[in-house]
């Protein structure tokens, strides 16, 4: 964030300070948020009715628009203007922004009393804190890493669903010989990272991957590791019909669905068009780890900040929503309406589709054996700057005749450019 906003900030608002609960009456929480269609919509409603249950009042602040950009711009101004809302949808290194501002509530004593150090795997705790102290509570997961296939158009083509890179290809080239589109995908650039960190997780493994895409270390980013992505990326690029340049995710998962295409590279969201098709999650779609990942798992959390307030009574009721966000039943039944999969470890998952299920799995192992690393693509793992200076090498490398070895090279530059 720009050094005047920095120094706007902190002349308005305090730096935040460790806040015990008040005993005060219920309050207000105005909660500003971007959820407004479909089943985000009506799991913010049960989040709204749970905490209203426990006499709070909620004031809706939603801002239409579903990567959060409009959102953002407005909590911007409030901020700055010294009338900050109660909570924010705020996520990854944004909030690590938010609270060198000094902005931030401490959440602490609902974190303690909720037991939230155990509920939540370290990686996933320590986004959720700034400076040790819990300041924004999290929603969901989402894995990214998911590869989707229809069984269906694979079956015609004599094809077996991949599991490495290899038999990808060899997929790929059946697919592509029984007149099938291999592989659907929407050429714009988030779209070319999500594939593109999927390789890097598929051919690198996790250490090489938080090396990489979280550490940004100059040695990994420009590496014979990083060039061999790229070649991976070229190669799959040979597979993706030519209408791809613009096309909108879900416009290439219809392609899958529909049975045009074999396979695309989507997170868990992807489940919102397959049942909206009146397909069944994990049967008449396929939903297997991409390439060389199986055990790993690129996550995309969803949370809510929560903005530092005099009024005692509106502390009390931010305490509210907070502990609300953890409790079991807000957990699951907005992850059934997600798509995702709740943060809260131990949740029974007997309600969900056969691919959550097999994500929490995978979530719940990778989170102790390392192999946990937050999405790059999708805001997890890097400031926006350093994503914007990835997007852009990625993209040109998918819609130009840049060498791998080049491509590498310009990443790290890219990187080290926006980094300073």
């Known amino acids: 964030m720009a050094s005047q906003l920095r120094a706007t900030l902190l002349a308005l608002i305090p730096c935040a300070t460790l806040i015990a609960p008040p005993a005060a009456p219920a309050g207000e929480v105005e ?67 938010w609270g060198e501002e000094g902005v931030l509530a401490n959440l602490d004593p609902v974190a303690e009393a909720g037991g939230w150090e155990t509920l939540l795997p370290p990686v996933v705790a320590g986004v959720m804190k700034y400076e040790g102290h819990y300041v924004a509570a999290p929603v969901n997961v989402h894995r990214v890493n998911w590869l989707w296939a229809n069984p269906e158009v694979f079956a015609k083509a004599g094809a077996k669903v991949p599991t490495t890179w290899d038999e990808l290809f060899a997929a790929a080239d059946k697919l592509q010989a029984a007149g099938f589109i291999p592989v659907a995908h929407g050429g714009q650039p988030w779209q070319d990272s999500t594939v593109f960190e999927s390789i890097v997780l598929g051919t690198g493994g996790a250490d090489f991957y938080q090396a990489a895409l979280v550490d940004l270390k100059p040695d990994a980013l420009n590496s014979p590791q990083m060039v061999k992505a790229f070649e991976v990326l070229r190669r799959l690029k040979g597979y993706v019909d030519k209408d791809a340049p ?27 068009e397959i049942t909206a098709a009146g397909k069944t999650p994990g049967t008449d779609i396929l939903c297997v780890p991409a390439p060389g990942t199986a055990g790993m798992f690129t996550f995309n959390i969803d949370s809510f900040a929560m903005f530092e307030l005099d009024d005692p009574a509106a502390q009390k009721a931010q305490f509210d929503l907070a502990a609300t966000i953890m409790e079991p039943e807000f957990q699951e039944v907005f992850n059934l ?47 926006s700057s350093v994503q914007g200076a990835i997007y852009d090498v990625v993209t040109q490398f998918f819609n130009s005749n840049l060498s791998p070895e080049d491509a590498a090279r310009k990443l790290a530059a890219a990187v080290a450019s926006v980094r300073g």
Do not use: Y
Request: glycine share 14%.
């Open 246 to 272: 613009g096309r909108d995710w879900n416009l290439a998962s219809a392609m899958v669905i529909n049975g045009k295409a074999g396979m695309q590279f989507m997170g868990d969201w992807a489940k919102g």
């Open 31 to 97: 909660v500003l948020h971007w959820w407004t269609s479909g089943g985000e919509a009506a799991s913010v409603a049960e989040l709204k009715r749970l905490l209203e249950a426990k006499g709070d009042t909620w004031k809706d602040f939603a801002v239409a628009g579903g990567g959060g950009e409009a959102a953002m711009t407005v909590l911007k101004s409030r901020v700055v203007s010294g009338d900050p809302p109660t909570a924010a949808q705020i996520k990854g290194p944004t909030i690590q922004e």
């Open 337 to 383: 309406n997600k798509g995702s999969i709740p943060v809260r470890l131990g949740m029974p998952m007997d309600k969900f589709d056969q691919c959550a299920k097999d994500s929490m799995a995978d979530f719940v192992a990778s989170s102790k054996s390392g192999g946990l690393v937050p999405s790059m693509a999708h805001g997890m793992a890097v400031r």
